[in-house]
């Protein structure tokens, strides 16, 4: 069974920074290319970030480039995505998934950047 599991989420005030996690099981994770995505309440689910399979190629989204950075331990069939220089437009829940053939959803992480 596929799951994926995000953690490492928080409350953090502009200009913090977090580590998210992302372990994944069910599946060859070291053969798929993954990605973190995130979405706002009332939003649709937008693409942050992703890595290939090798871990040797990553792509960010515009607004979060220079500031995110993707990474994958495939012994540990684990995702990570070190964010800095949070911003308040940063805020939504956070996930992880492979970046095509979409698998189930985990339940994501909450990243609140506030004062």
């Known amino acids: 069974q596929v799951r994926l599991v995000e953690s490492g989420g928080g409350l953090v005030q502009p200009g913090g920074s977090l580590r998210l996690s992302c372990a994944a099981s069910g599946f060859s994770f070291t053969y798929y290319a993954m990605a973190w995505y995130r979405q706002v309440s009332g939003k649709e689910r937008e693409l942050v970030a992703g890595i290939n399979s090798s871990g040797s190629t990553t792509d960010y989204a515009d607004t979060v480039k220079g500031r995110f950075t993707i990474s994958r331990d495939n012994t540990k069939n684990t995702l990570y995505l070190q964010m800095n220089s949070l911003k308040p437009e940063d805020t939504a829940v956070y996930y992880c998934?492979?970046?095509?053939?979409?698998?189930?959803w985990g339940q994501g992480t909450q990243v609140t950047v506030s004062s």
């Open positions: 998934n492979r970046r095509h053939s979409i698998v189930n």
